[in-house]
């Protein structure tokens, strides 16, 4: 029950990120300048987000769902872990929402592995 709890609180915080890129937001616009991508990156992220929240919540009845979706979520996690202390050079701490949400992706995979 918690597990599944902490899974919609991810898919809910990954789809509203993922709403905020595709509207373009202007403080989420700001911060995609500061990584140095372009913004047409950030339209597929925030579609890519949008892909992992819904598989996430599907991911509830559906395991294999829930592991790709854990899949996608990890690799941009890792990617957005990157582009803030490498490309923005901001500091570690400004990483902590993307880590927290690594490490609940990384336990929907293997809650969702021990029960295939």
Request: a positive charge; charged letters at 10%.
């Amino acid at each position: 029950m918690i597990a599944n709890v902490l899974q919609v609180i991810l898919a809910v915080f990954i789809f509203t990120g993922g709403i905020i890129k595709l509207l373009r937001v202007p403080f989420q616009v700001e911060h995609w300048q500061h990584y140095q991508y372009p913004l047409w990156f950030m339209s597929v992220t925030g579609f890519l987000e949008l892909i992992g929240g819904i598989m996430l919540i599907a991911g509830i009845r559906n395991r294999r769902l829930a592991i790709g979706a854990g899949a996608l979520l990890v690799i941009l996690l890792l990617g957005a872990i990157h582009a803030h202390i490498f490309r923005a050079n901001q500091p570690v701490a400004t990483t902590i929402p993307a880590l927290v949400c690594l490490i609940l992706s990384i336990m929907v995979i293997i809650r969702n592995l021990k029960k295939v």
